[in-house]
């Protein structure tokens, strides 16, 4: 059984001042196995980001299904997305949405807090985490002390805390520079290698051959798929490159 299947979504927006619609995303269908890396790469406005945030609960499909663990998210109610997506979800943002007024601590903390779990239980998980991502020295500082590389590590222990199903990456090495970028993709990797499913979605070749698969979002339909296989970093950044180059081509005779 996959741990999140897609069948047939579709994601249209319309306006109330027009008859306008967009079709976001056209009948997409994939499964994505437990423990594995997967990258969804594409154009701005090709649809990834819409993706990801149906499948974070976040925004919910016009047509089709999302199962987690066989279970269709599209039929939880309202009342009840919340609880589930802290559960579950893990969710990493580009700009890091950590709080300044809260120390490295209190924020990857804050998930549990807002949960009502057992302070015992928090701080023992919290220290598990920052040893994990080499972190724990830096939990009485607060955000704005620590580089942009430490922020994002932060905000990937405060998404790890919850133990999620699934971690959610958006342009997690949008903001950064090579070095910290490099810090925060070998983070994912060595999370990955312990079992953690991590789906991130990228505009960066080096940061997708880090994954095991990459998926290609054109005009809100999958373009192509490539597996890594027994391919190294650099044969797969190559392989990865060659078909952005291809699709980027299609794009232009159109």
Do not use: C, W
């Amino acid at each position: 059984m996959s741990l999140l299947t897609l069948k047939n979504i579709s994601r249209i927006y319309s306006s109330k001042f027009s008859s306008i619609t967009v079709e976001a995303i056209k009948s997409i269908s994939f499964d994505i196995e437990r423990g594995e890396f997967v990258a969804i790469m594409g154009e701005s406005g090709s649809g990834k980001s819409t993706l990801l945030n149906m499948i974070a609960t976040l925004d919910r499909p016009t047509t089709g299904e999302i199962l987690i663990t066989n279970k269709n998210i599209s039929n939880i109610s309202d009342s009840s997305i919340s609880k589930f997506r802290r559960e579950n979800i893990g969710y990493i943002f580009q700009d890091f949405n950590l709080l300044d007024t809260l120390t490295v601590e209190e924020n990857i903390e804050l998930p549990l807090v807002l949960s009502d779990v057992n302070i015992k239980e928090i701080s023992i998980r919290s220290k598990k985490v920052m040893k994990t991502l080499g972190i724990l020295e830096l939990r009485e500082k607060y955000p704005y002390q620590i580089s942009g590389g430490e922020q994002q590590r932060v905000a990937i222990a405060r998404a790890m805390i919850i133990n999620p199903k699934i971690l959610l990456a958006d342009e997690p090495t949008g903001a950064l520079d090579s070095k910290s970028s490099s810090m925060v993709l070998n983070s994912l990797k060595g999370l990955n290698e312990a079992g953690q499913t991590v789906i991130m979605v990228t505009h960066s070749i080096v940061a997708a051959s880090k994954a095991n698969r990459v998926l290609f979002i054109k005009d809100g339909i999958i373009f192509n798929q490539l597996f890594r296989g027994s391919r190294s970093n650099e044969e797969f950044y190559e392989l990865i490159s060659d078909t952005l180059t291809v699709m980027n081509e299609k794009e232009e005779l159109i």
